[in-house]
């Protein structure tokens, strides 16, 4: 257990832990203080100056990121002595800066612009040429760089050196022709990329997927989970709702949850937004015709009572709770259920950082709630059953033979072959239309709840299914 000491920050007194660093314990309690080469999964570098603090005792201010906590320290952040100190270095930030604010991709979420606006340091004293540099360097991997817009903290080297270990940026030339790049020939090849792009405090890195769909102060954002893979890692999602428009997800971020994720996400976790938004199945159909939800209820209701050999096959991309109500249908029915879904498993894809070789976010649920994915039972079930209920399941896609001679109920939230021979297919809200609860692969439990505006054209999966148990 490490040892807590006392410190005085602004003459309050706070606990902080002895020998960390000072720049963690003023996060911590959030207060304020300018930073931009320092990021806690990056650790200090010490280039940047800008967290100058006073303190009791030293001559000189000195930087929050590389003076560790000691017992009685007394600290100022704020004072015109200090704050003049912090302008100085700012301005010598902003010397070779270019006036892009207006329309940098960054403007909202730039911490330049932030410290600027807060300095109110608005007449420019430097009367000098601006250094040019390049502004559109396409990195790869959906990263652009804008060399005038850097401010040289080195987060996305080190990003690349101590993280993913693939070591493709470095700074060249020297002095205040220091620009960051790749190397000679090479691209930005980590499958983690992306993420110098939140690294980046100012707009010199952007998303080439996001820059220019949105400004950010017009989306709204939610807390989630990415469900491409079993990890569940904890993202932000930014979407929109514009008149007359569908609620669109324009962008997923990492939010940090030390226990799952770190900092960070993988890019195809990131980039998996745009399924949320496309080829979505959005309508009720009883043998091929569109129906309105209460016939399809009725006809749902109709063939259950009517059918004696069930089958229900749920996936591992359904909530804890929408699987408590499939086994429920199941009790209620004297159904067999299945949770076999092999074909998310992907040894390719997992990796040492974050991606698992499960490509779902919920198979561990199976365990707790006793759903069995056995492949033997399944298919002895699949052999007897004259109706078979699929739930976001995909596995019958490409072998619909397989269900030759059965009825079938197909309840999904995109398009898919089943729903051209389903006897009744139904369009249910996507992952992140609903709520719900998801168990990750080392057993965390995880809870989704959504603030987009639904599609009321898709049906809540888990209140269908309630409404269904109720009325059999
Ligand atoms: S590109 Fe961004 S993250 Fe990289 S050194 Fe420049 S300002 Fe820092
Ligand atoms: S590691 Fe898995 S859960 Fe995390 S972002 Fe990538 S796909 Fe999503
Ligand atoms: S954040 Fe402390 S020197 Fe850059």
Same mark, same amino acid.
């Given at each position: 257990?490490? #040892?807590?000491?006392?410190?005085?920050?602004?003459?309050?007194?706070?606990?902080?832990?002895?020998?960390?660093?000072?720049?963690?314990?003023?996060?911590?309690?959030?207060?304020?203080?300018?930073?931009?080469?320092?990021?806690?999964?990056?650790?200090?570098?010490?280039? !940047?100056?800008?967290?100058?603090?006073?303190?009791?005792?030293? &001559?000189?201010?000195?930087?929050?990121?590389?003076?560790p906590v000691k017992e009685g320290m007394i600290v100022r952040t704020k004072g015109e002595k200090i704050e003049k100190v912090r302008?100085?270095?700012? #301005?010598?930030?902003?010397?070779?800066?270019?006036?892009?604010?207006?329309?940098?991709?960054?403007?909202?979420? !730039?911490?330049?612009?932030?410290?600027?606006?807060?300095?109110?340091?608005?007449?420019?004293?430097?009367?000098?040429?601006?250094?040019?540099?390049?502004?559109?360097?396409?990195?790869?991997?959906?990263?652009?760089?804008?060399?005038?817009? $850097?401010?040289? $903290?080195?987060?996305?080297?080190?990003?690349?050196?101590?993280?993913?270990?693939?070591?493709?940026?470095?700074?060249?030339?020297?002095?205040?022709?220091?620009?960051?790049? %790749?190397? @000679?020939?090479?691209?930005?090849?980590?499958?983690?990329?992306?993420?110098?792009?939140?690294?980046?405090?100012?707009?010199?890195?952007?998303? &080439?997927?996001?820059?220019?769909?949105?400004?950010?102060?017009?989306?709204?954002?939610? /807390?989630?989970? $990415?469900?491409?893979?079993?990890?569940?890692c904890n993202i932000y999602v930014d979407h929109r709702k514009e008149k007359y428009e569908d609620d669109t997800i324009f962008r997923?971020?990492?939010?940090?949850?030390?226990?799952?994720?770190?900092?960070?996400?993988?890019?195809?976790?990131?980039?998996?937004?745009?399924? /949320?938004?496309?080829?979505?199945?959005?309508?009720?159909? !009883?043998?091929? #015709?569109?129906? %309105?939800?209460?016939?399809? +209820?009725?006809?749902?209701?109709?063939?259950? +009572?009517? *059918?004696?050999?069930?089958?229900?096959?749920?996936?591992?991309?359904?909530? $804890? #709770?929408?699987?408590?109500?499939?086994?429920?249908?199941?009790?209620?029915?004297?159904?067999?259920?299945?949770?076999?879904? @092999?074909?998310?498993?992907?040894?390719?894809? &997992?990796?040492?950082?974050?991606?698992?070789?499960?490509?779902?976010?919920?198979?561990?649920?199976?365990?707790?709630?006793?759903?069995? /994915?056995? *492949?033997?039972?399944?298919?002895?079930?699949?052999?007897?059953?004259?109706?078979?209920?699929?739930?976001?399941n995909s596995y019958f896609e490409d072998k619909p033979t397989l269900l030759n001679g059965k009825k079938v109920i197909h309840l %999904?939230?995109?398009?898919?072959?089943?729903?051209?021979?389903?006897?009744?297919?139904?369009?249910?809200?996507?992952?992140?239309?609903?709520?719900?609860?998801?168990?990750?692969?080392?057993?965390?439990?995880? /809870?989704?709840?959504? &603030?987009?505006?639904?599609?009321?054209?898709?049906?809540?999966? +888990? *209140?269908?299914?309630?409404?269904?148990?109720?009325?059999?």
């Open positions: 257990m490490s #040892e807590m000491v006392k410190i005085s920050i602004n003459d309050k007194e706070f606990e902080a832990q002895k020998g960390s660093l000072l720049i963690d314990a003023l996060l911590e309690e959030n207060i304020h203080i300018p930073h931009f080469c320092y990021h806690q999964a990056l650790g200090k570098d010490g280039n !940047c100056r800008m967290c100058m603090v006073e303190i009791e005792g030293q &001559k000189r201010p000195q930087i929050a990121c590389d003076t302008k100085d270095i700012l #301005e010598l930030q902003l010397v070779n800066h270019p006036l892009d604010c207006p329309t940098c991709d960054q403007a909202g979420e !730039c911490k330049l612009q932030d410290y600027y606006m807060d300095s109110g340091f608005y007449v420019n004293r430097v009367n000098v040429q601006k250094n040019h540099a390049l502004k559109r360097v396409d990195l790869g991997r959906n990263v652009m760089l804008d060399q005038e817009r $850097c401010v040289l $903290c080195t987060r996305c080297v080190r990003f690349f050196k101590n993280v993913t270990k693939t070591n493709e940026l470095g700074v060249h030339s020297r002095a205040d022709h220091s620009v960051i790049g %790749t190397f @000679p020939g090479m691209e930005l090849q980590s499958e983690y990329a992306m993420n110098v792009v939140d690294l980046c405090p100012v707009g010199a890195l952007t998303s &080439k997927d996001f820059r220019f769909k949105q400004r950010v102060w017009f989306m709204e954002t939610f /807390e989630a989970i $990415c469900k491409g893979c079993s990890k569940g997923f971020r990492p939010k940090v949850n030390k226990a799952v994720n770190g900092h960070f996400i993988c890019d195809e976790g990131r980039l998996s937004y745009k399924k /949320e938004n496309e080829n979505r199945f959005l309508t009720m159909q !009883c043998n091929q #015709e569109t129906e %309105t939800l209460n016939n399809a +209820k009725a006809s749902v209701i109709k063939t259950l +009572k009517e *059918e004696k050999n069930i089958l229900i096959v749920v996936s591992p991309m359904l909530s $804890c #709770e929408e699987l408590k109500a499939a086994q429920q249908l199941a009790v209620k029915t004297h159904a067999s259920i299945s949770g076999y879904a @092999p074909y998310y498993f992907d040894e390719s894809f &997992k990796d040492e950082l974050l991606r698992t070789h499960d490509k779902a976010p919920n198979r561990k649920a199976y365990e707790t709630i006793n759903i069995s /994915e056995d *492949e033997r039972q399944f298919n002895a079930n699949l052999a007897q059953a004259s109706l078979v209920i699929i739930l976001e %999904t939230s995109h398009n898919s072959a089943i729903n051209s021979f389903a006897n009744i297919a139904i369009g249910i809200s996507s992952f992140l239309e609903k709520n719900g609860t998801y168990i990750n692969c080392d057993g965390i439990q995880q /809870e989704v709840i959504s &603030k987009i505006n639904k599609d009321t054209r898709a049906v809540d999966l +888990k *209140e269908f299914l309630d409404t269904i148990n109720s009325m059999l």
